[in-house]
């Protein structure tokens, strides 16, 4: 009797066990990378050229801080230039290529080919392309195609790979980084 009441003991402590251990586990993946890096407080400029349309915007930057007047800028130069539609631009979008810029040591530019996408363009699109995802986080003002002027674009894939924040599409022969706020996750 006293020996299937240790057996007993033991396999319940041992699926608490198990049990908080992946608790933990999951709460680590989870958590935002970018709360994992130390984030400096020092002030910078972004620098954007829009491909497409030619307009330049530069919005000083702190990170962490998302100022109201950014977030109004990004949401007209980051429009879909097809439609005129704008849409609200996540934040975590602006603090992952900030991130980007400094790990790379950038002083350049990025070029934006693609930011926020109506359904009706990104319907277009995938009728062009099957590439192009029927739920697009394009649409929700979640992702952006971008590439570095000083940065060799495959470089700046290594390092939004490494930074786990999102989704990091690399298209070599149009020389472009998709980067998106959704799940982490490479192609």
Request: hydrophobic share 35%; net charge positive.
């Amino acid at each position: 009797m006293r020996t299937n009441e240790t057996i007993k003991r033991f396999f319940l402590s041992r699926r608490k066990f198990l049990t908080a251990s992946a608790q933990l586990a999951l709460g680590l993946l989870l958590s935002s990378p970018l709360d994992a890096l130390s984030t400096p407080t020092e002030s910078h400029t972004l620098s954007f050229v829009h491909t497409h349309t030619g307009e330049q915007l530069k919005i000083p930057y702190i990170p962490g801080r998302y100022p109201q007047t950014a977030k109004s800028q990004l949401k007209t130069f980051l429009r879909d230039y097809r439609t005129g539609d704008t849409h609200v631009i996540d934040p975590t979008l602006m603090e992952i290529l900030s991130r980007i810029q400094r790990i790379s040591g950038s002083k350049g530019v990025y070029e934006v080919l693609s930011g926020y996408r109506s359904p009706r363009t990104n319907a277009y699109l995938r009728r062009k392309s099957p590439k192009v995802a029927k739920d697009s986080l394009h649409m929700q003002g979640m992702a952006i195609d971008v590439r570095l002027t000083d940065v060799k674009t495959r470089e700046l894939r290594d390092i939004a790979r490494q930074l786990r924040c999102g989704g990091v599409g690399y298209y070599a022969k149009s020389d472009f980084l998709h980067l998106d706020t959704g799940q982490v996750r490479c192609w």
